[in-house]
DNA sequence: CTGTTAGCGCATTCAA
DNA sequence: TTGAATGCGCTAACAG
């Protein structure tokens, strides 16, 4: 497109300053110095379009103004969410954001870890983490003696609201399509789904329980099977709102009536959601604040100060979110809707 | 967390294994050496966990293998999938992604040229750009001589499809709620718009015209308007999928059967209209390719080579993709769904 | 084949 | 206050 032309460093702008280099950084990291100085740096600098390098600053000051953030997949509404809220309180403490999407790889966020030790962000926020570092902030579970900040969310409260809900709506039989057995979230929801129950005495039928992997088109013949099974439930909790939004497309080929004959409540409050016909009730697990707090934590650590030395852990508490899909209310106006082109 | 241990560097590697810097920086570098040396350094590397300094070797290699993506909002359901095509081209070939989103900001596009004067990536590619540089690569339009990368959609083209395909629908009152007046996107679908009905000899009407922000709210409000004075359309065709979702919205307040009283058609293709009810027909612009292509011509200007030194403009055609909201054609497996949690 | 050395661009200490 | 000099960690050119 052009010719390389020859960069322009500090020796340029001493040069045609008249200073030297020591001067010009001095101005540029705002050290104390006459007026006529530091406005003939200007001048220099703003001539010669002087920008300073970022390869040098980092080696010299050891730091980079960057963290990483280290997500399974960046199609996820969930992890959308969450980068965003990283993103922008990143930027707002002047640091820059590095993407690494895994691709539900775990060796690539092994090889993440790396990115800290190389020098390419000061920081690493992560979903999990085997081996644990420093200046790096886990949101998802973690032992309680794991030597990184973690924010976690208390997904089987969530879980038990979301049953709760139901319950309060008059529902009793209450089917249940949790996630991919023998992982931590459909563990967690499972706990929170039979402590609902148990707090209604209402006994734990093992045939309204099944398993998805948490995509859509799991939800969907998870939503098959257990329909073709149990046609007489009254209610439905989806381990997540993609699960959800798969067993109701399930449902309305069934032409079952949603909410009137079955109520549909799932997690994760994903914008999908909020559009969907009905728009679906929903636990909020807060992606957008764990990653908000998990950049917070993790750029109060970076600076250092007045950070403690232990690990913290910070607990968020998820919230319900009722929609047309467990009620009979109909909203009349469209949620959302800053989503420009 | 911990104490800040004392970074390893080459020099700790050489002495550990009894050879040199140069040595080591040799084996690093997969020069040719004995097989005896190359595994003594590797032996060293491993029992002192040393990982190279990004920062030094940036600076030394005048690069960094990154490559930045500015996009105006992380959130926006095109700019995910754009992001995600330009994420997994890069890593594949070996570099990393640094996000920047300017939150729809022009001065904040502005500052983030800087980047690359920073030498913060080795590249850029943006949607939009004020003063061209070398080494970015622009998704959107631009003048024919701006002398960077450009990857283009004929999005009037696009338009002009999906009006087409309305009319090969039987119908012949076509509702338009077009973007934000006085843009660049919302001209060209104006274009495709008129083209398609004068060559279909349908008069323009301009009654049946109404513009919106490119929000679902807007899109909604728009549909109000525009039904409230023109009850009697066949067709609705949106500047994007957003637009469109707000509309269908309105229409079933309304209680008009969609498709059957009216077809809808929006732009984009995004993961939302899969699952809206009814599913909705789109023309896809392409992002995720846009994305790919982007990052590919980039990444070859880069790496220069065989790249030619005048810029190039690359242009991708649109595609329609009909789902329920424009037919009576009613699917019975749910689309997508690899959504996971 | 290997060791030595000169920068990459900058911040910073030490003298002046 | 300012200039000169040092070194951050690494690559590559050069010499041995």
Do not use: W
């Amino acid at each position: 497109v052009a010719t390389a032309e020859k960069r322009v460093t500090i020796v340029d702008v001493a040069r045609h300053a008249g200073v030297s280099i020591g001067t010009v950084s001095r101005v540029l990291n705002n050290a104390s110095c006459p007026a006529a100085t530091r406005e003939r740096v200007q001048d220099a600098v703003a001539a010669l379009n002087y920008v300073p390098n970022h390869a040098a600053q980092s080696l010299k000051r050891q730091t980079t103004e960057q963290i990483a953030l280290v997500i399974p997949d960046i199609a996820n509404p969930v992890y959308v969410a969450m980068s965003k809220a990283v993103q922008q309180t990143a930027k707002s403490r002047g640091y820059r954001l590095v993407l690494v999407s895994t691709d539900e790889n775990a060796s690539e966020e092994e090889h993440a870890l790396r990115s800290l030790e190389h020098r390419h962000a000061d920081g690493l926020i992560l979903k999990l983490v085997s081996r644990a570092r420093q200046k790096v902030c886990v949101i998802g579970y973690l032992p309680d003696d794991a030597p990184v900040d973690n924010v976690r969310v208390d997904s089987a409260s969530g879980a038990a609201m979301a049953v709760q809900h139901l319950i309060d709506q008059g529902r009793s039989r209450i089917g249940f399509i949790n996630g991919t057995a023998g992982t931590v979230p459909a563990a967690s929801r499972s706990r929170g789904f039979e402590r609902a129950l148990f707090d209604n005495r209402i006994p734990l039928d093992p045939g309204l329980v099944v398993h998805a992997d948490f995509t859509m088109t799991g939800g969907y013949q998870a939503a098959a099977r257990l329909l073709e099974a149990e046609p007489g439930i009254d209610a439905l909790f989806c381990a997540n709102d993609v699960i959800a939004l798969g067993a109701l497309r399930r449902l309305r080929e069934l032409g079952r009536d949603v909410p009137g004959e079955i109520a549909v409540v799932g997690m994760d409050d994903i914008e999908l959601g909020k559009v969907s016909t009905p728009t679906l009730t929903s636990v909020t697990l807060l992606a957008s604040e764990r990653g908000r707090i998990a950049a917070e934590l993790l750029l109060e650590r970076i600076k250092g100060g007045a950070t403690p030395d232990e690990p913290r852990k910070v607990t968020v508490m998820p919230r319900l979110i009722v929609r047309e899909s467990s009620t009979d209310y109909i909203r009349h106006r469209p949620e959302g809707g800053n989503v420009a082109h």
